[in-house]
């Protein structure tokens, strides 16, 4: 939508407020910690945690999805009205390690039976 690397007047920080809080919340990080992992300000986070109008770049805004785990553009596209779906880098993250610790029961039982055979 804006040809510009800020975003503006138009945008929805408070939904953009509401995604970066949440996340937060869901993870456990503080203001400092994301601060620390976007190389944002904490002055910086807390007015986009407020919610009210301000004039953020697309970096700072990609830095603050990175660090929480969001895809790049996630919060740019949440300040211009998207409803982006959430499918960052460790996202299925659970998916994955039930997989693998289903994969690690069976090897388990591979080996016992082989261990078993061997004796014999």
């Known amino acids: 939508m804006f040809a510009s690397a800020e975003v503006g007047d138009l945008a929805h920080w ?4 509401k995604v970066v809080n949440d996340r ?22 807390r007015k986009i945690q407020g919610g009210g109008e301000q004039q953020r770049t697309r970096a700072t805004l990609a830095n603050v999805s990175r660090a929480l785990g969001l895809p790049d ?4 596209r949440v300040s211009q009205g998207d409803k982006p ?9 659970s998916e994955v390690r039930a997989e693998l610790a289903d ?10 039976h082989l261990a078993a055979t061997a004796d014999r």
């Not at 959430?86 to 299925?92: K, M, V």
């Open 14 to 17: 408070t939904d953009v407020a």
């Open 103 to 112: 994969l690690a029961r069976r090897v388990e039982v591979l080996e016992s």
């Open 24 to 45: 937060m919340a869901e993870r456990g990080i503080t203001q400092r910690e994301l601060a620390e992992r976007s190389g944002v300000s904490v002055a910086t986070l």
């Open 85 to 93: 779906t959430a499918t960052g880098p460790d996202e299925g993250l």
């Open 73 to 76: 553009d996630y919060l740019w």
